[in-house]
T-cell receptor, first 111, second 114 residues
């Protein structure tokens, strides 16, 4: 079945460091891909998405490119802030708008 | 105004009890979902409803029964609660079932079964 694999966390960075969180997927066809973010004590918020191969999703300085040749959707940000500390989830649409999530990667950014 | 709201936010109960979690969305969306997040933060869909009709029913024990009285509400009733049911339950909604429709999540209900 469809699945998403994310790099294990936690990821600990200093402010202004470069961030990469790896995400790969297994799916039939070419599903839409998403990154969601969960801040402490809150629900999930959509961070960015890409609906077809080579699409780049971007929001709030975060970017991810849909790479069908490597079945990847890695999340990147050039300069993280303390306020980016959260758990990040990679997900794919498994049909009928059913989201299939990766295990989540906790990011901690310190001053 | 909160787009997707859940009540209660916290629920502590004993094994064997029956409890309900309520979800309401004021976005005018047609589709609603329940997700379960376990202690390791792993998220998995449980159910989805579109216009009050059950669409997705993942492998969930029969003790879990969703009910959608109207398009704006999707409640989750759990019978005979077990320790393993302890988790955070998230409700979500989207305009429709197509892939282009973003899902909006509620704040979650933390269920603790003792």
């Amino acid at each position: 079945g469809d699945s998403v694999t994310q790099m294990e966390g936690p990821v600990t960075l200093s402010e202004e460091a470069f961030l990469t969180i790896n995400c790969t997927y297994t799916a039939t066809g070419y599903p839409s891909l998403f990154w969601y973010v969960q801040y402490p004590g809150e629900g999930l918020q959509l961070l960015l998405k890409a609906t077809k191969a080579d699409d780049k999703g971007s929001n709030k300085g975060f970017e991810a490119t849909y790479r069908k040749e490597t079945t990847s959707f890695h999340l990147e940000k050039g300069s993280v802030q303390v306020s980016d500390s959260a758990v990040y989830f990679c997900a794919l649409n498994g049909g009928y708008n059913k989201l299939i999530f990766g295990a989540g990667t906790r990011l901690a950014v310190h001053p | 105004d909160t787009a997707v709201s859940q009540t209660p936010k916290y629920l502590v109960t004993q094994m064997g009890n029956d409890k309900s979690i309520k979800c309401e969305q004021n976005l005018g969306h047609d589709t609603m979902y329940w997700y379960k997040q376990d202690s390791k933060k792993f998220l998995k869909i449980m159910f989805s409803y579109n216009n009050k009709e059950l669409i997705i029913n993942e492998t969930v024990p029969n003790r879990f029964s969703p009910k959608s009285p109207d398009k704006a509400h999707l409640n989750l009733h759990i019978n005979s609660l077990e320790l393993g049911d302890s988790a955070v339950y998230f409700c979500a909604s989207s305009q429709g079932m197509g892939e282009s429709y973003e899902q909006y999540f509620g704040p979650g209900t933390r269920l603790t079964v003792t």
